[in-house]
């Protein structure tokens, strides 16, 4: 997939966006890429297609997305805008998660079961 320096770094913004990371570093180690990587994609204008493939993949993110100068006018798709909510509230569970014991734990977790359930009941 031949691409430019510009669109490369649209590309790598987006990915900013949906990952919640607030520069390329962190972006490198929320995907598990070594930044050296990022950094050799923006000097040579070009993503590989298998991570991109990667990328959606691992975030659960439509490639045409981050391909595309345009989605629906600049609008996300409901669809996307789930994609970015779900990934948001998974990132914040997992890092809230690593600093609480195994019974903390279950009841965050039965706590979230049952305010999805009242949503889901309320919701019908």
Request: charged share 30%.
């Amino acid at each position: 997939m031949d691409m430019d320096k510009i669109k490369v770094k649209q590309i790598l913004e987006k990915m900013k966006i949906i990952t919640g990371a607030k520069s390329d570093a962190e972006l490198s180690r929320i995907w598990g890429v070594e930044y050296a990587t990022i950094d050799n994609w923006k000097r040579n204008g070009n993503i590989p297609e298998k991570r991109l493939i990667s990328f959606c993949t691992k975030f659960a993110t439509d490639i045409n997305y981050l391909v595309a100068n345009e989605v629906n006018n600049g609008l996300l798709t409901q669809n996307m805008y789930l994609q970015l909510a779900e990934n948001d509230m998974v990132r914040v569970i997992e890092s809230k998660f690593r600093s609480i014991g195994v019974e903390d734990k279950v009841r965050v977790y039965n706590k979230i079961i049952r305010l999805m359930d009242d949503m889901v009941e309320n919701s019908q």
